[in-house]
């Protein structure tokens, strides 16, 4: 079944509004793990916004399940980050200085030699190496030639084509990416703007999908939910079930 790690950048913003540690980052991040997902992400940022650098360093500490540390490489101390650590998993992403959200992949073509020395650089230390990029087939095969154990497909151009109700057409170009990741030997990880609705029908029609990275929806609807309930549904709709629908309004 695909795996869910669940992204607690949000959960540092909340924290870092009032100087405090209310929020408890740790804290949740473990009753998390104790809910059931089987992974945690960060993307820490360089002015540090949300998670702060030094958070790692003590997630890294406690966390059971799999950290996925995300983040450009691009920025030596992210880079110096990920190596102190050793995660299981460091996602790339090409984030710009300053940007508010990712929003797009890695053109795998135009940056391969890049993409190959600093994933060498990771696999070295025995850190498992993904990088994301949009549902585009030649970018895939691009990110095979940089020697990636996975990709992280961008779903927001799938969410936004869901949530206007053409389901078959969001899907098409991601299903047809992960097969071709699936003929070239790459893991399969996905995220940005999964959420309760859009998430069953997703990983039905992703084969191969081994993870999805969820954080802004799922602490969105723990605030009507709560968090152990939330964590949960969204594990129910990695298993095959639509989870319980409810309505915000």
């Given amino acids: 079944m695909t795996k869910l790690s669940v992204n607690i950048n949000k959960i540092a913003t909340l924290r870092n509004s009032r100087g405090s540690n209310n929020p408890d980052l740790v804290k949740t991040a473990l009753n998390i793990e104790r809910f059931g997902s089987e992974g945690i992400t960060v993307h820490p940022r360089p002015d540090e916004r949300h998670i702060r650098y030094a958070d790692v360093f003590e997630l890294k500490k406690v966390i059971n399940t799999e950290l996925n540390i995300e983040g450009n490489c691009t920025e030596d101390k992210f880079v110096q ?143 009507y939910l709560g968090l152990e309930n939330t964590v949960q549904l969204y594990k129910r709709c990695l298993s095959g079930n639509d989870a319980y629908v409810y309505d915000k309004e």
């Avoid at 940056?111 to 650089?121: A, Q, S």
């Avoid at 097969?179 to 893991?187: I, V």
């Avoid at 309760?196 to 605030?223: R, T």
């Fill in 81 to 223: 980050l990920v190596l102190a650590n050793h995660p299981a998993q460091v996602t790339l992403v090409p984030d710009a200085l300053g940007q508010i959200t990712s929003n797009h992949g890695w053109n795998t073509i135009e940056h391969k030699d890049y993409l190959i020395k600093m994933i060498r650089l990771f696999q070295q230390e025995g850190i498992r190496t993904s990088i994301f990029v949009d549902p585009v087939v030649e970018m895939i095969e691009g990110a095979a030639a940089t020697g990636t154990d996975r990709i992280e497909l961008y779903t927001e151009a799938y969410a936004k084509d869901f949530a206007a109700g053409n389901k078959e057409m969001a899907i098409s170009q991601y299903a047809a990416a992960a097969e071709k990741a699936n003929q070239l030997g790459l893991g399969i990880n996905a995220g940005h703007d999964l959420d309760l609705l859009n998430l069953p029908y997703f990983a039905q029609h992703i084969p191969g999908l081994l993870e999805v990275s969820i954080g802004h929806a799922l602490i969105c609807d723990a605030l």
